[in-house]
């Protein structure tokens, strides 16, 4: 079972999940995922593939995973948005605290193997100093957002039910995950946002000097770690990253060039709360789970670019 399934990560997972044999229930209610992005699934997979429009915060979850019995499931679905976190942290916690207590209560009751769970690394550790980079999972979790804390109460969870219940997790600390499908209007897909822009011929915005930094790790990378996670770390928080720092600045150049726009990006202030430096070490997951990220930046933002090309030339936005 993928949760958030029609998700841009949730729908890459389903594809690959389905490629390698298995049966798959989607539960997504559509608010920011769309069935556009398991078209070719549906279109395929004929029965190995089941689509519940459903509410994460609707106790109806629990029953639908009582019947379905998953063995595995993959938990995704999040209310994401570090800013409405702020401004409605009842909504936020309504949908990953409440929410995620349905999931792991339809687990238990449906005597599932796993949960793997995609847990926050860009806010999960807070601020850490610069000299921490990059993040280890041993430093203190400290968000300091609604949506981190969040984010690192449901590992709290796991690891009760772990004790309780013997519901194995594991936890998947994702650094800034990017590719295909991604919502270039959503609040974290800034190599979708250049993307659209760049292409439609529209302004990008840079808020602070650019020289901010992330760690971009691309989505077919993120998608092995979650597969390798069904079977391997369990009990373990494991970040899911490149550990390279990589400037925003650096990224529009790269962006720019393989588009063909010589135009310079337009500097505003930097948005509050906004880290100046991230980035994690994925050298756990390397010994955990087998996994390292494959995928080099430029290669992963020219199949952005092309995902987007097609997107806009059938009138997709």
């Not at 796991?158 to 609040?187: C, I, K, M, T």
Request: with cysteine; hydrophobic share 40%; charged share 20%.
């Amino acid at each position: 079972m993928v949760t958030g399934g029609a998700g841009f990560i949730g729908s890459t997972l389903v594809d690959r999940l389905l490629a390698e044999g298995h049966t798959v229930d989607v539960v997504d209610d559509l608010s920011t995922g769309s069935l556009a992005n398991l078209a070719g699934a549906r279109s395929s997979a004929g029965r190995q593939l089941t689509v519940h429009q459903m509410d994460i915060r609707s106790a109806e979850v629990v029953d639908l995973m009582v019947r379905r019995r998953p063995e595995v499931v993959f938990h995704l679905a999040a209310q994401a948005d570090v800013r409405r976190s702020v401004a409605d942290p009842v909504f936020d916690a309504e949908v990953n605290l409440v929410g995620t207590l349905h999931i792991l209560e339809g687990a238990r009751k449906a005597s599932s193997n796993r949960v793997v769970f995609a847990a926050s690394g860009g806010t999960l550790y807070g601020e850490p100093d610069p000299s921490e980079l990059p993040l280890k999972e041993s430093l203190p979790q400290r968000p300091l957002s609604p949506y981190g804390v969040s984010k690192k109460a449901v590992i709290d969870y796991l690891v009760a039910y772990r004790e309780l219940h013997s519901l194995e997790f594991a936890a998947l600390a994702l650094a800034n995950v990017y590719g295909p499908r991604q919502d270039p209007h959503g609040e974290a897909g800034v190599v979708a946002i250049f993307a659209e822009r760049l292409l439609g011929g529209r302004p990008v915005t840079i808020f602070g000097d650019g020289e901010q930094t992330r760690d971009f790790v691309y989505v077919d990378d993120v998608v092995d770690a979650f597969v390798r996670g069904a079977t391997k770390g369990g009990g373990l928080v494991c970040n899911i990253g490149t550990g390279r720092e990589t400037s925003v600045n650096h990224l529009y150049r790269e962006m720019a060039a393989q588009a063909g726009v010589d135009t310079e990006a337009t500097l505003q202030p930097l948005r509050q709360g906004e880290l100046l430096r991230s980035c994690l070490d994925p050298t756990r997951a390397g010994i955990q789970l087998g996994w390292k990220p494959w995928t080099e930046l430029g290669a992963g933002t020219a199949a952005v670019l092309d995902f987007m090309r097609g997107r806009l030339s059938t009138g997709g936005s």
